[in-house]
């Protein structure tokens, strides 16, 4: 029928049809070349967020080295002990001290490292970290007594201190919101695995002659300190700390590399500008950082009860007992043999690294606080059938099984969530302004628990034997529980600047109740 009512009508007729055609060719071209535009304006996104990720990965893996010290002193300190004990012939005290010092001298570094770090920057505390326990390791590789040993380990408690407490404050500070919390637990996987190649280097050079393999085994802690200053020349200062320095356009454009698109750089930008106190490139008057900590607000109240008290119970439910010990409690168990009983923590940092990795997958999945209960109730089961093994089953095969077992679910429990989460909490909670400054104080808090652990264990193990001290280690983890469940909040997905604004909310205190569901209420909150 169309084909007859152009005939009909004439060149008229077939010149609209002609033209009609034309037109949805114009058309077809138009939709075309926004096709196109749209499909390359998604591939240039898509390449920008892989490139994010990497630099943004890379970043977070530099920046965890100084942790991997820790873990390694920690995990080559358990077997190279037995060695020194017998070439150097220290007494038991001396061991108990030469193991638990660097716990508490560390303290010295985190303190000295939040101010430090608000001074020189997250970057190149991160590099005089290192430099200071370098120093330390060769002294202790070197040393010909006790005392010598004593000074090499301080300094090496020192720079562990520094490392330990800045490491989770940048990786925070420089993460997407969406990746903070998997980036966040780096420190906790690279501590673990410093635990692991400390394990493995006690195995590998027990062979050596008592005089020449402990040294060894520390000297080997010197090695990862030295990619640190190669990683130097890659990671960028933390964007935070370049706003509390007014160098705002410096921020932006390492925002413009960490962030995938440029309106949530503006966003963060304005948050984290915001955050620090600046108006119009002027910085309001706040009470001095220390002032402010020691008399808090409410809210910061409650933000330190927080941080400090997960700091203190991941140390107070003796997971470095558990490490720095191993050996000594499968000796319990009934393992005599040093070979033996150096292969059996290997087992343990084996599977305290193959779970501290399932920990970074979840934590941004299913959330911080569930990971917690997990994590504190497995411990607490763990830790009291360890108590009851080694008080009831004695030195048989089926006691060294438990032993086995027990301690490995332990540390599994541990990297599953305490481990981690309770670093990745600390580094999240606090105002930008406080945040250095008060993620050191946790920091402390978790290295005075640590040394009072290390340097009690013996004493209090033959006191109340080895099972009466681990039953104490898992009331210390029922608390945790309690803990967990009362005072800490939920953070997954949220800005740090979100979160601070929900601790400045006049909601009554209620850990159980705290969601943080709300994130655009909690930013338009008049």
């Known amino acids: 029928m169309g084909l ?7 060149n008229g007729e077939m010149a609209l049809s002609l033209g009609s055609k034309n037109k949805y060719k114009r058309m077809d071209s138009e939709l075309s070349d926004d096709f196109e535009d749209n499909a390359s304006h998604h591939h240039h996104q898509l390449e920008r967020k892989k490139s994010t990720r990497k630099y943004v990965l890379a970043c977070a893996i530099f920046a965890s080295l100084n942790n991997v010290l820790l873990g390694y002193d920690v995990g080559v300190m358990s077997g190279a002990i037995i060695f020194i004990q017998e070439d150097l012939k220290i007494t038991e005290v001396q061991e108990e001290v030469l193991v638990g010092i660097l716990s508490i001298i560390s303290l010295l570094g985190s303190l000295a490292g939040g101010r430090t770090s608000d001074v020189i920057g997250r970057k190149w505390t991160m590099a005089f970290a290192a430099i200071v326990f370098q120093i330390g390791a060769a002294i202790m590789t070197l040393a010909s007594s006790f005392e010598v040993l004593m000074i090499g380990r301080v300094l090496a408690g020192v720079g562990i201190g520094f490392g330990v407490m800045i490491a989770p404050v940048y990786i925070a500070e420089i993460s997407p919101t969406v990746d903070r919390g998997s980036l966040t637990s780096f420190p906790e996987i690279f501590i673990n695995l410093g635990i692991l190649l400390g394990y493995v280097s006690n195995y590998a050079f027990s062979g050596l002659s008592v005089h020449i393999n402990w040294r060894v085994m520390l000297a080997v802690g010197i090695l990862p300190s030295v990619f640190i200053g190669f990683a130097l020349f890659i990671i960028p200062e933390s964007p935070r700390w370049l706003v509390m320095q007014n160098r705002v356009e410096e921020a932006r454009s390492v925002l413009l590399k960490t962030n995938e698109n440029d309106k949530e750089v503006e966003e963060r930008l304005s948050e984290i500008v915001a955050a620090a106190g600046i108006s119009n490139g002027e910085k309001n008057e706040e009470k001095a950082v220390w002032r402010e900590l020691l008399s808090p607000s409410p809210s910061l109240r409650r933000m330190l009860i927080t941080g400090f008290g997960i700091q203190c119970f991941q140390q107070i439910t003796g997971i470095d007992a558990t490490v720095y010990y191993s050996p000594e ?12 009983l150096l292969a059996a923590t290997v087992a343990v940092g084996v599977t305290k690294t193959a779970f501290i990795l399932i920990a970074t997958f979840l934590v941004d999945r299913v959330g911080r606080k569930p990971l917690l ?20 089953l004695g030195k048989g095969q089926l006691g060294i099984a438990m032993a086995l077992l027990c301690v490995c679910g332990n540390v599994a429990f541990f990297s599953v969530g305490m481990g981690p989460v309770c670093w990745i909490v600390t580094s999240e909670i606090f105002p930008l302004r406080l945040r250095a400054q ?20 013996l004493s209090l193990a033959r006191t109340i034997t080895v099972g009466g001290t681990f039953f104490l280690f898992s009331l210390f983890s029922a608390l945790s529980v309690a803990f967990v469940y009362k005072l800490v909040p939920e953070t997954k997905g949220k800005s740090l600047e979100q979160i601070e604004l929900l601790f400045q909310s006049h909601n009554e205190w209620d850990g159980s109740e705290m969601e943080l569901g709300d994130a655009q209420y909690l930013v338009h909150k008049p």
């Not at 008060?438 to 264990?457: E, Y």
């Open 438 to 457: 008060a993620s050191a104080l946790g920091a402390v808090g978790n290295r005075v628990c640590s040394g009072f652990v290390a340097m009690s264990f």
């Open 329 to 340: 409690i499968f000796h319990d168990a009934g393992i005599v043999n040093k070979s033996k």
């Open 4 to 10: 007859v009512g152009v005939q009909g009508d004439g």
């Open 373 to 392: 209960y997990v994590s504190t109730i497995g411990m607490t089961v763990c830790l009291f059938t360890l108590s009851i093994s080694l008080a009831i």
